[in-house]
């Protein structure tokens, strides 16, 4: 069975993003951000946390990477270089940061990005890598398997949510990486060389997923084996319902945030 018709610069998947920000994303460490920070947003998506960061740093440089070209295209679009000159978007492998030299970075962030990580304790060895020492690390990965809200509560909803989270798990991803990055940046480095770890939780809101269940994604969905014509439809009808919900839906998870600092 295969899976990997998702594309991370596909429309649906762009969508999912939502208004992710640095204010919604990243008030677990903004207030340690100095005006002069080197930063890497790794699995920057679309751009908008890196601009955001950027601005928190306008004396530093914050760059962007991701593994898919289309997204860092569009990243390049709507933040151009001269409108933004303190922030570069670039094509980057998170499991590969070669291109970076040891030592590079004040800041290394990443936001949602481990769940999709086969090897995330290697993904980590390179942040401890290209991190500074005194600079750190932020991280903040969502628990999808703890749902903390889903208004209106419909039972196709969970259904399309639990085969979702399977999926994942087939795909060699971490469903719960957010309770899993404390550990894995351990293992990585961070914490045995005298830095500290700062670990908390947060909720976090998600858009619906109607873009996932319908026209080409939903085909697509059939044809890889994730899902039946008759389960699609069901799913499809649940998300329509939660979107007429209008200003009183929710779909909720729960996130785990970490700050590592490397030892000096």
């Excluded at 469903?175 to 894995?184: L, N, T, V, Y």
């Amino acid at each position: 069975m295969a899976y990997n018709y998702v594309k991370g610069d596909d429309k649906a998947v762009t969508d999912l993003y939502g208004d992710r920000t640095a204010n919604s994303s990243c008030a677990y460490f903004t207030r340690y951000v100095a005006k002069t920070a080197k930063i890497l947003d790794v699995g920057c998506g679309p751009g908008r946390i890196t601009a955001d960061l950027a601005q928190l740093a306008p004396d530093g440089h914050t760059t962007g990477i991701d593994n898919s070209e289309g997204i860092i295209d569009q990243a390049k679009a709507s933040f151009p270089h001269s409108s933004n000159p303190n922030v570069t978007f670039a094509v980057g492998d998170a499991n590969n940061l070669s291109q970076f030299a040891d030592n590079s970075f004040d800041i290394v962030h990443a936001h949602q990005l481990l769940v999709h990580m086969t090897d995330p304790v290697a993904v980590f060895k390179e942040f401890y890598r290209i991190c500074k020492p005194g600079g750190f690390l932020a991280s903040r990965e969502s628990n999808p398997s703890i749902l903390l809200a889903l208004n209106p509560d419909l039972p196709s909803i969970r259904e399309y949510w639990a085969r979702t989270n399977a999926v994942m798990k087939k795909m060699s991803s971490n469903p719960d990486a957010g309770s899993k990055i404390e550990a894995w940046a351990k293992e990585a480095g961070f914490g045995v060389d005298g830095g500290e770890i700062l670990a908390s939780k947060s909720p976090m809101s998600m858009p619906g997923h109607l873009g996932m269940v319908t026209g080409e994604k939903a085909e697509q969905a059939i044809k890889y084996g994730m899902a039946t014509k008759e389960e699609i439809d069901v799913w499809a009808a649940g998300w329509e319902e939660w979107e007429r919900a209008g200003e009183d839906k929710q779909f909720m998870l729960e996130c785990g945030e970490i700050i590592c600092w490397k030892g000096t």
